[in-house]
T-cell receptor
Framework: GAGVSQSPSNKVTEKGKDVELRCDPISGHTALYWYRQSLGQGLEFLIY????????KSGLPSDRFSAERTGGSVSTLTIQRTQQEDSAVYLC??????????????FGQGTRLTVV | SQKIEQNSEALNIQEGKTATLTCNYTNYSPAYLQWYRQDPGRGPVFLLL?????KEKRKERLKVTFDTTLKQSLFHITASQPADSATYLCALVRLNDMRFGAGTRLTVKP
């Protein structure tokens, strides 16, 4: 596609349920990031994928959070047993490898998750 | 631990003036620094990139400086317009690690 696509755009779920958030990066981009943004806050790093390398999971806040990237393209962020504090906008970004020092990250519109 | 701070959560200026936003960092050695613009309900959009060996970068009404000794970047918007009102985020990049500041919400009043 022309840009990074995220789905759903909005998700309301009951506390304790599992949710899956999807990200379709720009074709050919090898790097993919997930961030979380709470209301009025900055972007909190969650996880990073680069090609076939092991992902950097250092930002995942708990073991309820996991992510995978199939075939080096689409990524899914899964939150198990959701809690109210998980409510936020989840942003996905993709880029050519940033280590090339001349690239930018392209963001999707985000998924607004509300846990009730 | 790594820390990225952007000056004041909100900045209000009059149309036509220059807006100056600050990004300070500690315990980090970025290879380069990026600035993004974020409008409500949207994802951030890339504006400018400056490398560690560059002092200044310009693009139209935008100017970015990078002082690795002070560990600071300044982002300037000259001849500001109401359409420049948005939240501006700095991002520090090293290898493939990209971390963001909390952002500064700029309001340009007509």
């Amino acid at each position: 596609g022309a840009g990074v696509s995220q789905s759903p755009s909005n998700k309301v779920t009951e506390k304790g349920k599992d949710v899956e958030l999807r990200c379709d990066p720009i074709s050919g981009h090898t790097a993919l990031y997930w961030y979380r943004q709470s209301l009025g806050q900055g972007l909190e790093f969650l996880i990073y994928f680069q090609g076939n390398s092991a992902p950097d999971k250092s930002g995942l806040p708990s073991d309820r959070f996991s992510a995978e990237r199939t075939g080096g393209s689409v990524s899914t962020l899964t939150i198990q047993r959701t809690q109210q504090e998980d409510s936020a906008v989840y942003l996905c970004a993709s880029s050519l490898a940033l280590r090339t020092r001349n690239t930018e990250a392209f963001f999707g519109q985000g998924t607004r998750l509300t846990v009730v | 631990s790594q820390k990225i701070e952007q000056n004041s959560e909100a900045l209000n200026i009059q149309e036509g003036k220059t807006a100056t936003l600050t990004c300070n960092y500690t315990n980090y050695s970025p290879a380069y620094l990026q600035w993004y613009r974020q409008d409500p309900g949207r994802g951030p959009v890339f504006l400018l990139l400056i490398r560690e060996n560059e002092k200044e970068k310009r693009k139209e009404r935008l100017k970015v400086t990078f002082d690795t000794t002070l560990k600071q970047s300044l982002f300037h918007i000259t001849a500001s317009q109401p359409a420049d009102s948005a939240t501006y985020l700095c991002a520090l990049v090293r290898l493939n690690d990209m971390r963001f500041g909390a952002g500064t919400r700029l309001t340009v009043k007509p």
